[in-house]
Each structure stands twice: as C-alpha cells, then as structure tokens.
C-alpha cells in the first residue's frame, strides 16, 4: 500500500509539529481524499440511476420527517449523500453534457470556468437549458468561436463579461483562485469571515456586484447579500466549498497545476482557515415554496415566509443553533419535489 500513496502526502505530514489533533486528521484525510480520482475521473460519472437513487432518498427522508429534529437530522443525511456522491450531476436530460464538457474535461482550469459560468447562466432559465445549450454556447464563446451566451440578457451578461475579463487578465481561473486565496490566508490566518471575504474579491472580479465588496472584505455578510437574494451565487460557493465528489476533485485538479496550487487547496478545505458553515442557503422559488411546506408539516408555521430572504436568514438561524452550514438545508428542500 505504501507505494501507492502520492509523494506530496508525505510533506502534508511532515509540516505538522507535536501531537497531531482531530482536526489535524481531519485535514490530512482531506488531502488524502483529494488525491484519489473522483467517480468521473474514473470512468463511473453520475448517470441517470444514480440520480434516480438520490432523489428516491430525498422523498424517503422527507416522508420521516415529522418534527425539527427530524427535519435536521434527514437534512444532514441528505446534504452528506449529495456531496459524497455527486449523484444529483446524473440526471439524464444533462449529465453527458455537464461530465464531457466540466467534469471530464481534459482541461480541468476550462472545465471549472466553465461550471462557473453555467452557474451565472442559471438565473430564470430551465435548468435543462443552462447546463446544455447555454453550456456548449459558454465553452465556444471563450475559445472566441460564438457569441456570449444569453447576450441579451443584462443579468447574467454583466457577470460573465466580467469573468471573461478576469480570467483573460490572470491567464487562468486557476490563477485567480490561487492568489486571492493565498492573499486572505496571508492576511488573516485563521480567521472566521474569510469565506466571505472571497467572496468580496469574487463579487469584484468574478460576479458584478461592487456594492457588497467593502463589507465582505471586511469579513460581514452584507444584509443584501444573502442566498434568497443571490441564489446562484451561494449555489456555486456551496458546491465549491462543500463538494466532496466531483466538483471538488475538478477543482482540485485544476489548482494543482500550478505551483502553490496543492498547498492553496490545503487551505481551501480547511475549516479552520475557510468555514464551510459561512455557506449560505441558495434560495429560489421551488426552495421557499418547499420551506413553507415542512414548516408547516413540523410544526413551525411560525417561521413561514413569501420572502426569499427571509428564508435565508431563517435557515442561518436554525442552522447555527445545530453548528451546521445554513446550505445543509438545499438538498432536501430542493429536491423534495
């Protein structure tokens, strides 16, 4: 076993001092975890029974829910299911678009701008839309053979134009996340708010949103910055920060091309350097409407609300309460019907 384990483990070990702690493990499984191929690396993508699979497990875990704790405790089950597997990336309308032209794609920086971009796509359009034709538009308009996807669309085209421009200006998505991450670690250390304050230099150089910037940098989530009011946003921070499977094997690999790549991402799924539990709750129509139903099934009409917002700051609080990251609750209110 012991030649098989990658070389850069070795030094991940050896930069520990003393008594190693849980949280020390905690890491170094991490990185072990990452250096092994995800499921589409290997051959096996999500496919459409696995997808299938997972959402059958979202409508059992929503039928044996009948009070908050159970609410919590299926929501957990649910969110660790998703992000082990990646099944949800099997749908059977998307999955070999989104494996062919993100997760296997033979370039990984490529393949994570372009799951960038599909996500600032992602806004009042059919998902089967974005994550296929919007997908193939985006790949052809960055290597300058089409024009900008949705380009009469003001919303997203301010956000894509302004990635375009980033990473034209860094050479590479890749680049940008190395430095920016680096640059904060530098900075702060270890430090609650450093998620946000990525977020800060993303919404300056990746998602037009000048607004929030000074707050976020600053390490506050902006009261108009929450995931009822940026869905898309926090959705691809959520899977970013949070994925165990696909997305964070794709963006390993695509760091790790470049020096300081390996130790960036050593920092990256951290906790103590960048808290997942600062993930807000992606909150969209289907997820509010979803939110209004269990409350009312679990006997919590109380915290029942029409405004997106309200249901991020909602979801925060009940998520605090439980030490879980507000986005915990995507899954299986995303997916319960």
Request: aromatic share 12%; with cysteine; proline share 5%.
């Amino acid at each position: 076993m012991g030649s098989n384990i990658p070389f850069p483990f070795f030094g991940i070990l050896k930069s520990f001092k003393g008594i190693l702690t849980i949280t020390d493990f905690k890491v170094i499984l991490s990185f072990w975890g990452m250096m092994l191929m995800c499921r589409a690396c290997s051959g096996n993508p999500p496919d459409p029974l696995s997808f299938n699979s997972f959402r059958k497990s979202v409508l059992q875990a929503i039928r044996n829910v009948s009070n908050p704790t159970e609410f919590v405790n299926e929501a957990i089950k649910i969110d660790e299911l998703r992000f082990n597997t990646g099944d949800e990336w099997g749908e059977s309308h998307i999955c070999r678009e989104v494996n062919n032209l993100i997760f296997n794609n033979p370039d990984p920086g490529e393949g994570l701008l372009l799951f960038i971009l599909s996500c600032w796509l992602d806004m009042q359009a059919q998902y089967i839309t974005v994550w296929t034709t919007y997908l193939r538009q985006a790949r052809n308009w960055i290597k300058d053979k089409g024009v900008i996807p949705r380009g009469d669309y003001s919303p997203t085209k301010s956000h894509l134009l302004l990635t375009r421009d980033t990473v034209r200006s860094y050479g590479n998505i890749s680049r940008w996340f190395i430095q920016k991450i680096n640059a904060i670690v530098q900075e702060n250390g270890q430090s609650r708010g450093n998620l946000y304050r990525l977020v800060g230099e993303m919404c300056n150089d990746l998602y037009s949103k000048p607004e929030v910037v000074d707050s976020l940098k600053w390490g506050h989530l902006p009261s108009n910055f929450s995931g009822g009011d940026h869905k898309r946003f926090w959705m691809l921070m959520m899977f970013l920060r949070r994925d165990n499977s696909v997305v964070k094997c794709l963006f390993t690999r695509a760091l790790n091309k470049f020096p300081d790549g390996q130790k960036i991402i050593q920092y990256w799924y951290d906790s103590r350097y960048f808290d997942p539990k600062e993930c807000e709750l992606p909150v969209d129509g289907r997820v509010s409407t979803n939110w209004n139903r269990i409350l009312s099934k679990i006997g919590m009409s109380n915290l029942r609300t029409e405004n997106r917002s309200n249901v991020a700051k909602r979801a925060r609080a009940i998520a605090d309460e439980n030490n879980i990251s507000p986005s915990v609750f995507d899954a299986i209110l995303f997916y319960s019907m």
